[in-house]
């Protein structure tokens, strides 16, 4: 080992302009930047000022002309179409430069937006990098988002264009996607001047005249376009992601920083090497998705696996061991959930039988908190080293985890592992803001500046950047996620300390769900909140107050408040429970006591807080949440 990770730590907190400096030199520049880290507008920290570069040609381009062209670049493997594609580097690139020519034609050029609202598709892999190509900023929106929240993610990014497909393919459902986005753009203030459709053969998208344009007719038309030099500080994407209200954060990628960060990252972190099959089992609207299924292993010249399929039902949970051996996959990486539920279908692990798993070599989870069940049932299946790692959108890459291209540490179930180069991660007492000694449990928080890769920005929203991650504790980035560091260095990430839950390593808001329980007409008031979930990791359930006079029964209520979230949210949130009570816990100056409400859901010991209204009405709640099979009768 040699102490690789504490010499490459050590460097990037106690210099990290030469960390990251000398490792920004892997990535092609048209222009090399005048300054590595920019802190003269903290916490609006920059990365390689003055650098010029284009990320597309990084990804592609630049592999072929090193001679890498007839290496595969992506593999589509779709058990729901019964389709297996290849695509070398240098078709990749001559599918993305026409894409990008299309777009150009369309009037898209360096600094326009344009949202992908896609299913999992090679096109949705393309249409991220026909953007980066031009300069525009893509969003890309995941799928299964309903088309009020694709509405407002169209008013927040305004894009010129939008692309879609005719539809999606969840497990044995076919979902048109056309209608939705119709829908969407209708409630939108924002219009697109152009939609453009890829229709796939399971369902044909209607168009609208003037506005939808067919993607295959428009992709046959066009030129190639060209790599639009960019500035290392410009935006390559804007993602979204919940927060603790309604309206979804814009978080802001940059092009130089990101590069540098996310091909450093496949190789020390994953271990992957130019050339290797790499997998992440997620979905390109996810954060894994960007950093994982497209921009990382392209940026190093691996071969990504690009999966339209579920771990289990397409057709079984053996689905991961096929797809394993097949493609030679040398490392997967998927969210515990993906594993929780392969493990319910197949205690066992019988489906693995048969299959040559010989490339195979390490298992990386994230996006939700690695239980040490799951942690042990994979780690005896697969026997291979599986790597819990913990990261966010915000952050783009691991805030802490192991390596398997630096120097592996011994695992400690539970534990993320180590804190990243280029983290400086802190516990915070979460009152006074002072340093926690190790051991304790606080806020997470991470010394200014984060490393590159890490979000500039909200979009257009600086104030939010501030108020929401910079102010609470200044000087340090608010993680959102509580735990402790023990006496070994190792990080233990606990859970949000916010109103965001991770249903199947998904993210949500329970604020907004409230919103929407919170506007029927019947409804005085409500607290949703998550609930641990054998399968999901979490799920959110609702508690809510009927108004005196209320038109109609509770049970009526509780339906229409679970089908409203599911058409405004989409049914990702999973919230399936709603029971009337009636009142909420409070504190006597009027605060829900969510957190105890929650504790008794999930059958754990809770104190009654001192600062309650009234003790008697715990009592109502644990009879209701009894009657949705939550709390004592779990
Ligand atoms: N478009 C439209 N609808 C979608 C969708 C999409 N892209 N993705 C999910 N949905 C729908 C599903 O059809 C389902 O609808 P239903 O309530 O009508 O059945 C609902 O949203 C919930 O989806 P999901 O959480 O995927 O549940 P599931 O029961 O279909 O599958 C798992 C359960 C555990 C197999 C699945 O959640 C899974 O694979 N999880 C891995 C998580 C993952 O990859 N996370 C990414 C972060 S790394
Ligand atoms: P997302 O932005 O969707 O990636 O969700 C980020 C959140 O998921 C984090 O703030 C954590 O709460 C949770 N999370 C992600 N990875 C892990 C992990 N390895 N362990 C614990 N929690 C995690």
Not at 431 to 453: C, D, F, M, Q, T
Request: proline share 6%.
């Amino acid at each position: 080992m040699g102490g690789e990770y504490e010499k490459a730590f050590k460097e990037s907190m106690e210099d990290p302009e030469a960390f990251w400096g000398n490792v920004g030199e892997d990535i092609a520049w048209y222009k090399k930047w005048d300054k590595v880290l920019d802190t003269s507008n903290m916490p609006f920290y920059k990365w390689f000022v003055g650098g010029e570069m284009n990320t597309c040609y990084n990804a592609l381009d630049y592999h072929v002309e090193e001679g890498r062209g007839e290496q595969t670049a992506l593999i589509y493997d779709s058990p729901v179409t019964d389709t297996i594609t290849k695509f070398t580097y240098s078709e990749l690139k001559d599918r993305v430069s026409k894409i990008a020519g299309f777009l150009k034609g369309l009037g898209v050029g360096k600094g326009d937006t344009v949202i992908s609202y896609m299913p999992m598709i090679p096109e949705a892999l393309m249409s991220m990098l026909a953007c980066a190509r031009l300069g525009a900023v893509h969003s890309v929106v995941f799928g299964g988002f309903a088309p009020k929240e694709l509405a407002i993610r169209i008013d927040d990014a305004r894009p010129k264009v939008i692309l879609s497909a005719s539809c999606g393919i969840e497990g044995q459902k076919v979902i048109s996607y056309k209608p939705l986005l119709d829908e969407a753009v209708d409630i939108a203030s924002h219009k697109p001047e152009r939609c453009v459709i890829l229709q796939r053969p399971q369902v044909s998208a209607e168009m609208r005249p003037g506005r939808d344009m067919d993607w295959m007719e428009q992709e046959e038309n066009a030129s190639p376009a060209d790599c639009v030099p960019v500035k290392a500080t410009d935006p390559l994407y804007i993602l979204y992601t919940s927060g603790t209200t309604g309206l979804p954060k814009g978080v802001v990628r940059d092009n130089g920083g990101h590069a540098v960060a996310m091909k450093w990252t496949m190789k020390h972190i994953y271990g992957i090497n130019p050339g290797d099959v790499y997998w992440a089992a997620s979905d390109v609207g996810w954060v894994v998705g960007h950093s994982y299924i497209v921009y990382a292993p392209l940026l190093l010249g691996a071969t990504t696996l690009m999966y339209e399929g579920k771990p289990i039902g397409t057709p079984d949970p053996g689905a991961f061991w096929r797809v394993i051996s097949q493609h030679n996959v040398k490392a997967l990486f998927t969210a515990p959930t993906a594993f929780r539920a392969i493990k319910r279908e197949d205690p066992e692990g019988k489906y693995l039988e048969g299959y040559d798993l010989s490339s195979f070599e390490t298992l990386f989870l994230a996006g939700e908190r690695l239980d040490p069940d799951t942690y042990h049932w994979a780690a005896n299946l697969l026997k291979v080293p599986v790597i819990d790692h913990w990261w966010q959108t915000e952050t783009g890459w691991t805030i802490a985890g192991n390596f398997r291209g630096l120097e592996e540490f011994p695992v400690k179930p539970g534990s993320a592992t180590v804190p990243m180069p280029g983290y400086d991660i802190r516990i915070l007492d979460p009152v006074s803001g002072e340093e926690l000694p190790r051991g304790e449990n606080g806020i997470i928080a991470v010394k200014l500046p984060l490393p590159p890769g890490t979000f500039s920005t909200l979009w257009q929203n600086e104030k939010g950047f501030k108020e929401t991650y910079m102010d609470p504790y200044p000087g340090y980035y608010f993680t959102g996620d509580g735990g402790y560091v023990d006496e070994d260095g190792y990080v233990f990430v606990m859970g949000r300390v916010d109103d965001v839950i991770n249903v199947s390593g998904h993210r949500l808001s329970t604020g907004s769900m409230e919103e929407i329980v919170a506007e029927h007409p019947d409804v005085a008031e409500c607290a949703v909140m998550g609930v641990a979930d054998n399968l999901r990791g979490q799920v959110p359930i609702g508690l809510f107050v009927l108004k005196s006079g209320a038109s109609k029964s509770p049970q009526e209520v509780a339906s229409e408040v679970v089908q409203s979230v599911r058409s405004e949210i989409g049914a990702i949130a999973c919230f399936k429970k709603a029971v009337v009570v009636e009142r909420l816990p409070k504190t006597r100056s009027g605060k829900i006591l969510r957190g105890t409400m929650r504790k008794i859901a999930d059958s754990e010991e809770y104190a009654i807080p001192s600062t309650i209204d009234d003790p008697a009405v715990l009592g109502e709640i644990e009879m209701a949440m009894g009657t949705i099979g939550y709390g004592k009768d779990r």
